[in-house]
């Protein structure tokens, strides 16, 4: 299949798929005589998968370290369960994150309900004070 049946069948755009051959994503594919990339089902399958790892937190960067743990062969369950344990890590630090920031929007919101907004802070006048400009200060 040609680049534009690749990405219709993985359901992305043509540039996804040429960012994922420059980034390793992708194996470089074989080309025909007239230049044209040739692809296969095993291409579509890699690059859902791919999209799928991305879906679930994984960088590019750990998408291409655990394909090619993969081509070389021998990667397992066991030998790779540590990528999704570092993941996981990572979507537990975010939950922690916002948690906090959505405790302290709570507490603005309470304290602008009782009157004391933390976001209304002292007003800027437009007045300069008198004799500060143009004269050496």
Same mark, same amino acid.
């Given at each position: 299949?040609?680049?534009?049946e =690749?990405? $219709?069948s993985?359901e992305v ?7 994922? @051959? &420059?980034r390793?994503v992708?194996?470089?594919? /074989?080309? &025909?005589p007239?230049?044209?990339?040739v ?5 579509? @399958? ?6 799928a790892?991305?879906s679930?937190?994984?960088t590019l960067? *750990?998408i291409v /370290?655990a394909?090619h #743990?993969s081509?070389?062969g021998?990667?397992t369950? !066991?030998? *790779?369960?540590?990528?999704? !344990?570092a993941v996981? *890590?990572?979507l537990d %630090?975010k939950?922690?994150?916002?948690r906090r920031?959505r $405790? !302290?929007? %709570? !507490?603005?919101? +309470? @304290?602008?309900? +009782?009157?004391r907004?933390r976001? #209304?802070?002292?007003k800027?006048?437009s007045a300069?004070?008198?004799?500060r =400009?143009?004269d050496g #200060?």
């Amino acid at each position: 299949m040609n680049i534009g049946e =690749l990405a $219709r069948s993985a359901e992305v755009n043509i540039d996804t798929v040429r960012f994922y @051959e &420059r980034r390793g994503v992708l194996p470089r594919p /074989d080309r &025909r005589p007239s230049g044209y990339r040739v692809y296969t089902n095993a291409t579509v @399958e890699r690059l859902r998968l791919a999209r799928a790892l991305q879906s679930l937190g994984f960088t590019l960067n *750990e998408i291409v /370290d655990a394909f090619h #743990a993969s081509d070389r062969g021998g990667a397992t369950c !066991e030998t *790779e369960r540590w990528r999704l !344990e570092a993941v996981l *890590e990572r979507l537990d %630090a975010k939950i922690r994150d916002l948690r906090r920031t959505r $405790r !302290e929007v %709570a !507490e603005a919101l +309470a @304290e602008c309900a +009782a009157g004391r907004c933390r976001f #209304a802070g002292p007003k800027l006048s437009s007045a300069r004070p008198p004799g500060r =400009l143009g004269d050496g #200060a």
